[in-house]
């Protein structure tokens, strides 16, 4: 993973030696939806649902001559899911899940004209550490004989690699700012969270997350600043 992440930033920076670059700051936010995976271990009318979280942040982007675009972002990520029961009048489970991230996500990309709109295509790996989880508990019915007991959430890596996707198109203003609305997917290839619990009623529960999510964003990019970036090699 790490000659991949070298390549990558490699690619960002080290774009050809001439070349007119413009940076511009930005902020990014909008609404996370967390993707739910079919191979958690659920049984007896449980299920998981994803509920709408939230991804917001600084960003730089860098634009180098007409067609080649990247941005570097923190942001802040929260990701909420629920397991839920609904087979039985007299008993119902409901746990809610929130999982806290810092995300560092770096893309690279092409850009180009939709009429008088600007769009932008991009790939990109993030950097995801974990600031912390929380979980809300609402049982209904005979909790003693329905909940007979629980083991706490487990996280299996608190920092990892993610694969990021997307595209936003927008517009720019006379004064040189920009606003764009974009959809993002991060895909991890492993699980990173897993909950159990155990009732003598319905048995062990397991359910679990790669962490993957679809997010709608809305980004404001400030006016840019532009040079010229030159160097000449002594053979």
């Known amino acids: 993973m790490f000659k991949w992440l070298s390549l990558f930033v490699f690619s960002v920076f080290f774009f050809p030696l001439q070349a007119q670059i413009a940076l511009r700051g930005g902020f990014t936010a909008g609404p996370s939806f967390i993707l739910m995976e079919n191979d958690q271990q659920l049984n007896n009318g449980f299920f998981t649902s994803t509920r ?42 409901d746990f809610r899940y929130g999982l806290n991230n810092l995300e560092i996500p770096l893309q690279v990309g092409v850009t180009g004209y ?37 083991t706490p959430e487990s996280v299996i890596k608190s920092s990892y690699l993610a694969f990021v996707a997307g595209l936003e198109v927008g517009t720019e203003f006379k004064n ?57 090699f002594t053979y």
């Not at 067609?67 to 629920?82: A, C, E, K, Q």
């Not at 008088?116 to 004989?145: F, P």
């Open 52 to 93: 709408a979280g939230i991804n917001a942040g600084l960003n730089l982007s860098m634009q180098a001559g007409e067609h080649f675009w990247s941005r570097v972002g923190v942001n802040y990520s929260r990701l909420n899911f629920s397991l839920k029961q609904n087979t039985s009048n007299d008993y119902r489970i």
């Open 114 to 150: 939709l009429g008088s709109l600007k769009h932008r295509e991009y790939i990109g790996l993030a950097y995801v550490n974990r600031l912390g989880r929380d979980v809300k508990t609402s049982i209904t019915g005979d909790s003693a004989t329905a909940y007979a007991y629980a």
């Open 176 to 232: 040189d700012a920009g606003l764009f609305f974009g959809l993002t997917m991060r895909y991890n290839p492993e699980t990173q969270y897993s909950s159990s619990f155990n009732t003598s009623v319905f048995g062990n529960q397991l359910a679990s997350t790669k962490g993957n999510y679809l997010m709608l964003e809305v980004t404001y990019y400030l006016p840019r600043f532009s040079f010229w970036f030159k160097r000449d």
